[in-house]
T-cell receptor, first 113, second 114 residues
Framework: GDSVTQTEGQVALSEEDFLTIHCNYS??????LFWYVQYPGEGPQFLFR?????EKGSSRGFEATYDKGTTSFHLRKASVQESDSAVYYC????????????FGLGTTLQVQP | NTKITQSPRYLILGRANKSLECEQH?????MYWYKQSAEKPPELMFL???????RNETVPSRFIPECPDSSKLLLHISAVDPEDSAVYFC??????????????FGEGSRLIVV
């Protein structure tokens, strides 16, 4: 079945560091790919999505490019801030026409001031 | 996010019955219940599209969803079990499509089973 694998566990950075969180997927065709962010005590918030090869999604300084060749959708940000500390989820739209989003296990980003 | 409201936000239960409520003000046609256990990603429980139950994941029968209209979603829980302790999120999307939906989540209802 469809699945998503992302950078495991925690990523610890200092302010103004460059961020990369890896996301790879396994699915047939061209599933829609998403990044969500979840702050403590809140629901997941949609960051952005992409649906076609080489399409770039971006929001709030974060970006990711859909790469069919490497089946990847890595999240990047040039300069992180302490307020970016949160859990980040990569997700894909189930290609089985179920209307379901399949989430990765999540990556916790901690940014020190 | 005030566009999807959930109540109650916190709930402490013994083996009792209770209902969670959700209302979305986005004009969306599809609504979902997701369960998020500690340190885990959200997992789909139920999906409604235009008030019809489209997908019922294999959740215990003590969870019963209800969709009284396209903007409201309820989750009735009876005789809760300790494994039900989690945060329950309501979500909505414009519609259910094959290409993948953009889901918008509420703030969640935290259930603690004692």
């Amino acid at each position: 079945g469809d699945s998503v694998t992302q950078t495991e566990g925690q990523v610890a950075l200092s302010e103004e560091d460059f961020l990369t969180i890896h996301c790879n997927y396994s699915a047939s065709g061209y599933p829609a790919l998403f990044w969500y962010v979840q702050y403590p005590g809140e629901g997941p918030q949609f960051l952005f999505r992409a649906s076609r090869d080489k399409e770039k999604g971006s929001s709030r300084g974060f970006e990711a490019t859909y790469d069919k060749g490497t089946t990847s959708f890595h999240l990047r940000k040039a300069s992180v801030q302490e307020s970016d500390s949160a859990v980040y989820y990569c997700a894909l739209g189930d290609t089985g026409n179920t209307g379901k989003l399949i989430f990765g296990l999540g990556t916790t980003l901690q940014v020190q001031p | 996010n005030t566009k999807i409201t959930q109540s109650p936000r916190y709930l402490i239960l013994g083996r009792a019955n209770k209902s969670l409520e959700c209302e979305q003000h986005l004009g969306h046609n599809a609504m979902y219940w997701y369960k998020q256990s500690a340190e885990k990603p959200p997992e789909l429980m139920f999906l409604y599209n235009l008030k019809q139950l489209i997908r019922n994941e294999t959740v215990p029968s003590r969870f019963i969803p209800e969709c009284p209209d396209s903007s409201k979603l309820l989750l009735h829980i009876s005789a809760v079990d300790p494994e039900d302790s989690a945060v329950y999120f309501c979500a909505s999307s414009q519609e259910r499509t094959a290409s993948g939906n953009t889901l918008y989540f509420g703030e969640g209802s935290r259930l603690i089973v004692v």
